[in-house]
């Protein structure tokens, strides 16, 4: 290279700026700021124009790599000396040095770095219409192998965050998208890199990152599932920044844009990640309102298997999520009393899908989770009745299966449930598919029900067992429970399996003896009038109970119709008496020993009216082997005054029915010997059958 072509340098500056030895280069670089004050001084355009282009073009952009490093070292001197008239100057400087941040010398990049450093350092904001690429570099300069080049790049990024908070040009919409490219970066620098810029300009009240969150906001919870704990930190206080700013300009969020993005993490197995997605939704549903209802489906999807966790390090993450579903359900809008008219929220709502993550989580292995979805579905069904039912053929099983569950807390969330499900079915009157056929039997979700309850019971015995008597009683609390043993007694009635209908007789019987839940059909049934409606009651449990002889006996014994009782006990003598007659015989006398029948055992008293009743409780006393419950019964009856009289030789009073009852109590004991002698006839076949 010949002195004209290095002019102004001459071949001694040349010889310094591409030594190997650092201060030399110094020595050169003071000399090349010194011309350039010159230059710049006598207002030499030409001659600056000259020099940058010799240092730039010759030998920045050179393949030898001392001119390399002569040419970065000179162009920072030659930025120093331009001071404010850098600004006319800055694509010829910063584009060559740029171009060296690529290249495999390690030394070369860090000078690179302290040439970049001073051109910043003196351009300021005339730099930024190159901070796209400034970015790019130190984005890569943050992880580089070599410590001195990450060192050199820590004081250039600290240098551009100072610019950039200070810039009047700075551009947050060509920002964005190199913070997005690489916001899914793993390299632990890159990531630590980037946070603390998000953190920079966040804190710039003047730039609005807040805006462009929905952007970055997924990367930036892929970076709080760091391992590292100091990039954990500053992710988390980063996003407490952002949910911060949210919550006090809640009207300038763009909530749709990140509510699916917060669902996706709050599934996370990662602790953090997790409590803090859940925890922006919370503060989304609290702030934003109706507008969640479109994204309800998979905010269930995320919250309620949240409700199950049960390590205490995720205590919050489970109260949270507590919190979010209480919120869901309030924000949830009632339906208009005109099924024409539906709100715009209502319509937002997706009841498709909301139901189908319903029923997913109905089978949930966790009770609170099961739970908690049947619950929302009697939300549904009290806010949105008209809506929910499109969706009841669906929703109808899946709450039934819930009934085989191992939880009360579960199964009596599905009893209301259906008792919901009974109460928008009669207000709206509405009926179930097969309502055509018979509108009797199959019209009714109730009556629906209940046959399905019965099925369910039939199908497994030990549910009948073990849940069997919680359930009718619970639904006596929820419901009427005239009209629940009306409708079982009716669907009873026709039930073929002889075991099963004696079974399920003996379960309703001793609910209707002994739960205080039945009280007013008890005394209701005390109350015997055949013309009025305890008659009918009393009629439709009869000829159900005629599935199981002895609590016949004591339905008659409840509505004190004695002499009907005591005819009972004749036929049933002459019955195949099993053992387990005999149990059901026990438990008999062990209830008439009960505060149910005090007023029974008041009418002792009067054994010459009540002879019927001394007669019964004798005949009881005679198809009792002698037992423990024998003995009670013998010694209540040896308290029954006058018996020595009534016994001796005395019939029991002809009874003063008129005609009509006698023909009554005549056609139900009729009903009572046939379907008793049914079932023993289907008895005896099973076990031909079976032998």
Same mark, same amino acid.
């Given at each position: 290279?010949?002195?004209?072509?290095?002019?102004?340098?001459?071949?001694?500056?040349?010889?310094?700026?591409?030594?190997?030895?650092?201060?030399?280069?110094?020595?050169?670089?003071?000399?090349?700021?010194?011309?350039?004050?010159?230059?710049?001084?006598?207002?030499?355009?030409?001659?600056?124009?000259?020099?940058?282009?010799?240092?730039?073009?010759?030998?920045? @952009?050179?393949?030898?790599?001392?001119?390399?490093?002569? !040419?970065?070292?000179?162009?920072?001197? =030659?930025?120093?000396?331009?001071?404010?008239?850098?600004?006319?100057?800055?694509?010829?400087?910063?584009?060559?040095?740029?171009?060296?941040?690529?290249?495999?010398?390690?030394?070369?990049?860090?000078?690179?770095?302290?040439?970049?450093?001073?051109?910043?350092?003196?351009?300021?904001?005339?730099?930024?219409?190159?901070?796209?690429?400034?970015?790019?570099?130190?984005?890569?300069?943050?992880?580089?192998?070599?410590?001195?080049?990450?060192?050199? =790049?820590?004081?250039?990024?600290?240098? +551009?965050? *100072?610019?950039?908070?200070?810039?009047?040009?700075?551009?947050?919409?060509?920002?964005?998208?190199?913070?997005?490219?690489?916001?899914?970066?793993?390299?632990?620098?890159?990531?630590?890199?980037?946070?603390? /810029?998000?953190?920079?300009?966040?804190?710039?009240?003047?730039?609005?990152?807040?805006?462009?969150?929905?952007?970055?906001?997924?990367?930036?919870? +892929?970076?709080?599932?760091?391992?590292?704990?100091?990039?954990?930190?500053a992710c988390e206080s980063v996003l407490g920044e952002f949910l911060h700013g949210i919550v006090n300009r809640p009207g300038t969020v763009d909530y749709p844009a990140m509510v699916n993005i917060l669902i996706t993490h709050s599934q996370s197995p990662d602790e953090l990640?997790?409590?803090?997605?859940?925890?922006?939704?919370?503060?989304?549903?609290?702030?934003? !309102?109706?507008?969640?209802?479109?994204?309800?489906?998979?905010?269930?999807?995320?919250?309620?298997?949240?409700?199950?966790?049960?390590?205490?390090?995720?205590?919050?993450?489970?109260?949270?999520?507590?919190?979010?579903?209480?919120?869901?359900?309030?924000?949830?809008?009632?339906?208009?009393?005109? &099924?024409?008219?539906?709100?715009? *929220?209502?319509?937002?709502?997706?009841?498709?899908?909301?139901?189908?993550?319903?029923?997913?989580?109905?089978?949930?292995?966790?009770?609170?989770?099961?739970?908690?979805?049947?619950? /929302?579905?009697?939300?549904?069904?009290?806010?949105?009745?008209?809506?929910?039912?499109?969706?009841?053929?669906?929703?109808?099983?899946? +709450?039934?299966? =819930?009934?085989?569950?191992?939880?009360?807390?579960?199964?009596?969330?599905?009893?209301?449930?259906?008792?919901?499900?009974?109460?928008?079915?009669?207000?709206?009157?509405?009926?179930?598919?097969?309502? %055509?056929?018979?509108?009797?039997?199959?019209?009714?979700?109730?009556?629906?029900?209940?046959?399905?309850?019965?099925?369910?019971?039939?199908? *497994?015995?030990?549910?009948?067992?073990?849940?069997?008597?919680?359930?009718?009683?619970?639904?006596?609390?929820?419901?009427?429970?005239?009209?629940?043993?009306?409708?079982?007694?009716?669907?009873?009635?026709?039930?073929?399996? &002889?075991?099963?209908?004696?079974?399920?007789?003996?379960?309703?019987?001793?609910?209707?003896?002994?739960?205080?839940?039945?009280?007013? @059909?008890?005394?209701?049934?005390?109350?015997?009038?055949?013309?009025? %409606?305890?008659?009918?009651?009393?009629?439709?449990?009869?000829?159900?109970?005629?599935h199981n002889s002895v609590a016949t006996v004591s339905l008659c014994l409840l509505a004190q119709q004695y002499q009907h009782a005591s005819d009972l006990l004749g036929v049933i003598a002459d019955l195949d008496v099993t053992v387990e007659h005999l149990a059901e015989i026990?438990?008999?006398?062990?209830?008439?020993?009960?505060?149910?029948?005090?007023?029974?055992?008041? %009418?002792?008293?009067?054994?010459?009216?009540?002879?019927?009743?001394?007669?019964?409780?004798?005949?009881?006393?005679?198809?009792?082997?002698?037992?423990?419950?024998?003995?009670?019964?013998?010694?209540?009856?040896?308290?029954?005054?006058?018996?020595?009289?009534?016994?001796?030789?005395?019939?029991?009073?002809?009874?003063?029915? +008129?005609?009509?009852?006698?023909?009554?109590?005549?056609?139900?004991?009729?009903?009572?010997?046939?379907? %008793?002698?049914?079932?023993?006839?289907?008895?005896?076949?099973?076990?031909?059958?079976?032998?």
């Amino acid at each position: 290279m010949t002195d004209q072509d290095l002019h102004p340098l001459n071949q001694n500056l040349l010889r310094l700026l591409t030594e190997k030895i650092y201060e030399k280069r110094k020595t050169a670089a003071l000399e090349v700021e010194r011309m350039m004050k010159d230059y710049v001084l006598n207002g030499n355009t030409a001659m600056i124009q000259k020099l940058i282009k010799v240092l730039a073009q010759d030998l920045t @952009l050179s393949d030898n790599s001392n001119y390399r490093k002569g !040419g970065l070292i000179g162009l920072a001197a =030659a930025s120093i000396a331009l001071g404010k008239q850098i600004r006319s100057y800055i694509p010829q400087i910063i584009q060559p040095v740029l171009s060296c941040f690529n290249d495999s010398d390690s030394r070369i990049r860090y000078f690179a770095c302290e040439a970049l450093y001073n051109v910043v350092k003196v351009a300021r904001d005339a730099a930024m219409p190159y901070f796209s690429e400034v970015f790019d570099v130190l984005s890569k300069l943050c992880a580089d192998s070599d410590t001195n080049t990450k060192n050199g =790049a820590e004081l250039l990024d600290r240098l +551009v965050k *100072d610019v950039v908070i200070e810039s009047k040009s700075f551009n947050l919409e060509t920002f964005v998208p190199l913070l997005r490219e690489r916001i899914y970066a793993r390299n632990p620098f890159v990531r630590q890199f980037l946070v603390s /810029w998000i953190a920079v300009l966040d804190s710039v009240p003047e730039i609005d990152i807040l805006h462009f969150l929905p952007e970055i906001l997924d990367g930036l919870f +892929v970076i709080l599932s760091d391992p590292r704990l100091e990039i954990r930190k500053a992710c988390e206080s980063v996003l407490g920044e952002f949910l911060h700013g949210i919550v006090n300009r809640p009207g300038t969020v763009d909530y749709p844009a990140m509510v699916n993005i917060l669902i996706t993490h709050s599934q996370s197995p990662d602790e953090l990640v997790q409590f803090t997605a859940v925890l922006w939704i919370k503060q989304f549903i609290k702030l934003a !309102g109706p507008k969640m209802l479109p994204f309800t489906s998979g905010l269930l999807v995320a919250i309620l298997p949240c409700l199950s966790l049960e390590s205490e390090s995720r205590k919050n993450i489970r109260e949270n999520a507590r919190q979010v579903n209480q919120e869901l359900v309030k924000i949830i809008p009632a339906e208009s009393e005109a &099924p024409q008219e539906a709100t715009d *929220d209502i319509l937002t709502l997706d009841l498709e899908s909301i139901v189908q993550v319903l029923i997913d989580n109905m089978t949930h292995s966790s009770i609170p989770t099961r739970l908690a979805a049947l619950r /929302w579905v009697y939300s549904l069904l009290d806010q949105i009745p008209r809506r929910t039912f499109k969706s009841i053929e669906k929703l109808f099983p899946a +709450v039934l299966k =819930a009934l085989e569950d191992d939880s009360d807390e579960v199964i009596m969330a599905a009893l209301e449930d259906f008792a919901e499900i009974r109460s928008v079915s009669d207000q709206f009157k509405l009926l179930h598919n097969s309502a %055509q056929e018979d509108h009797k039997i199959q019209g009714s979700y109730f009556r629906r029900f209940i046959r399905d309850l019965l099925t369910l019971f039939k199908k *497994d015995r030990q549910i009948l067992d073990d849940r069997g008597h919680f359930m009718i009683r619970q639904l006596c609390l929820l419901l009427s429970a005239e009209e629940i043993y009306s409708v079982v007694a009716d669907i009873l009635v026709d039930e073929t399996d &002889p075991v099963f209908a004696s079974a399920m007789v003996e379960a309703l019987s001793a609910i209707l003896l002994t739960a205080s839940e039945l009280f007013e @059909l008890r005394a209701s049934l005390r109350k015997f009038d055949r013309t009025l %409606q305890q008659g009918h009651v009393f009629t439709k449990l009869y000829r159900c109970w005629a599935h199981n002889s002895v609590a016949t006996v004591s339905l008659c014994l409840l509505a004190q119709q004695y002499q009907h009782a005591s005819d009972l006990l004749g036929v049933i003598a002459d019955l195949d008496v099993t053992v387990e007659h005999l149990a059901e015989i026990d438990k008999l006398v062990q209830l008439i020993e009960s505060p149910i029948f005090t007023h029974l055992r008041m %009418q002792l008293l009067d054994p010459e009216t009540n002879a019927y009743l001394v007669r019964t409780l004798y005949g009881l006393l005679m198809l009792l082997p002698q037992s423990e419950a024998f003995e009670n019964l013998r010694r209540r009856l040896d308290c029954v005054p006058l018996l020595q009289r009534v016994s001796q030789g005395q019939s029991v009073p002809p009874s003063d029915m +008129v005609a009509a009852e006698k023909a009554f109590f005549a056609d139900l004991l009729q009903y009572f010997i046939n379907t %008793q002698k049914r079932q023993q006839a289907s008895i005896r076949h099973d076990r031909k059958s079976h032998s």
